[in-house]
């Protein structure tokens, strides 16, 4: 029995996954390095060595796509990853408050958490952004992925914004219960959005043995036929450098701002605001655009990914050159180009990331974004360390700080042309060339897929 693709309000449910997903990730690496830091006067490197460990867990996420490949379904691993989510955010709040009385409990308690959570992440992550492939019509998913991210965005922001009213006057207590509460909330929405959206499980009893030894074979056996597809592996190859550059500057940015334009806290914070609107607009754009909602797709999504790497380059050259003539340069209006480039490429890769997930060898699917999103997870733990060790060994050997950042932007500019010259071999997805065609009555969605 085949299902039929999600409509909107199936694709907003499981958007409510990501703002759950957000919902806790805010908290433990937001909201507890700052309390950290600040309320319990401890090294700013201890956070930022939590956070990178959370980071490099999330290399599980080809064996964790795996699990979910052999069972067939996505739904417990969603569910199941959620709650070990919330467990360990928890655990992390009581770590963070044990460091107040036992400092060396308390850091080894919150280096388990914050390993769970990654893994929860890995677990929650990958299986919903498969289901979503599975479920959703191709021509639909540039405006899925940007549903989807929004709802997280919107995650972070609701929470932040509640979690800051009532963890005032702050204490120990009041941050346990705070992640507490968040962390059932978000478990509680997990469950209620995903509950009957996959439908029945696949059929797991295969015709032969031969056939069944086919299709779930061990984990690196699995793992080295998707490598060996060109497609999923160049793909994976753009997803580590493209998210290396756009990681990189989110630690430099403000610094920079700082630095060489002479901005306050206060102003650099509200550029990091307008960077973010400008890549929620970018998001926005690329999900209409990109998407029959809009009567025909203006542009494929793969136009889009190769379009927004270069604007994305464009735009950081743009900054490169900014500190040369400060502070007379329009700062604001290039970090706003800067965001919207972002998002658009954002977007078309997370789209294309869901059409390209089931171009290969079948029951390879979870692997296959497993593998993508281990290379976005260990980009962004290497970004941010990259580029503020280039800032200092640059600033350092030239003596001039703005010479170190225009390097450290041009080369993450760089990155990003190098990037969109991937995307260009990586030819056109199934789901964009030639189109999909409508679906007849009692045509299933995979047979109109196989007729594209």
């Known amino acids: 029995m085949t299902t039929a693709p999600l409509g909107w309000t199936g694709i907003v449910r499981l958007g409510l996954v990501q703002t759950a997903l957000g919902a806790i990730v805010v ?167 995903v509950r009957n959206v996959e439908g029945p499980s696949k059929p797991s009893v295969p015709a032969n043995a031969e056939s069944e030894a086919e299709e779930k074979p061990p984990f690196r056996e699995a793992f080295a036929q998707v490598w060996s597809e060109p497609r999923a592996r160049r793909f994976a190859i753009f997803v580590f450098v493209s998210m290396l550059g756009y990681s990189g500057q989110d630690l430099i940015l403000e610094p920079f701002a700082g630095a060489v334009f002479g901005l306050t806290p206060g102003e650099s914070t509200k550029l990091a605001g307008i960077q973010h609107a400008g890549v929620l607009i970018g998001m926005i754009l690329v999900g209409i655009a990109g998407s029959s909602v809009v009567g025909s797709r203006l542009g494929s999504l793969r136009a889009w990914m190769i379009g927004g790497c270069i604007a994305s380059a464009a735009a950081l050259f743009n900054l490169a050159v900014a500190g040369y003539v400060a502070p007379d340069w329009p700062l604001r209006g290039s970090v706003f180009a800067l965001g919207v480039a972002n998002g658009a490429f954002a977007v078309a890769a997370i789209g294309s990331m869901m059409g390209l997930v089931a171009a290969g060898r079948a029951s390879r699917e979870g692997v296959r974004m497993g593998l993508w999103g281990a290379a976005q997870a260990i980009a962004f733990g290497l970004g941010g360390i990259l580029a503020t060790s280039a800032v200092d060994l640059t600033r350092f050997l030239s003596d001039s700080s703005v010479a170190a950042y225009a390097t450290v932007f041009a080369c993450e500019a760089a990155l990003f042309i190098v990037a969109a010259a991937i995307v260009t071999r990586l030819g056109p997805s199934r789901a964009e060339e030639p189109p999909i065609r409508l679906l007849q009555p009692g045509q299933t969605y995979a047979a109109g897929l196989d007729q594209a």
Not at 67 to 83: C, E, K, L, Q
């Open 27 to 193: 908290l433990t690496t937001s909201t507890m390095n700052r309390v950290m830091v600040v309320e319990l006067a401890l090294p700013a490197m201890l956070p930022g060595i939590l956070v990178a460990i959370h980071y490099a867990v999330q290399m599980l996420r080809p064996r964790l796509g795996y699990f979910s490949d052999v069972g067939g379904r996505r739904t417990p691993w969603i569910v199941g990853g959620m709650a070990l989510l919330g467990l360990s955010g928890v655990g992390a709040a009581v770590a963070t408050a044990w460091m107040e009385t036992n400092t060396a409990a308390g850091i080894v308690l919150a280096v388990v958490a914050f390993v769970l959570i990654g893994v929860g992440v890995g677990a929650t992550g990958t299986s919903l952004l498969v289901l979503l492939a599975e479920k959703v019509d191709s021509r639909r998913r540039a405006a899925a992925a940007t549903i989807v991210w929004v709802m997280m965005i919107a995650g972070f922001v609701v929470t932040a914004t509640a979690a800051g009213e009532f963890l005032d006057p702050f204490s120990s207590a009041r941050l346990v219960a705070v992640t507490a509460t968040v962390a059932a909330a978000a478990f509680l929405l997990t469950v209620v959005a």
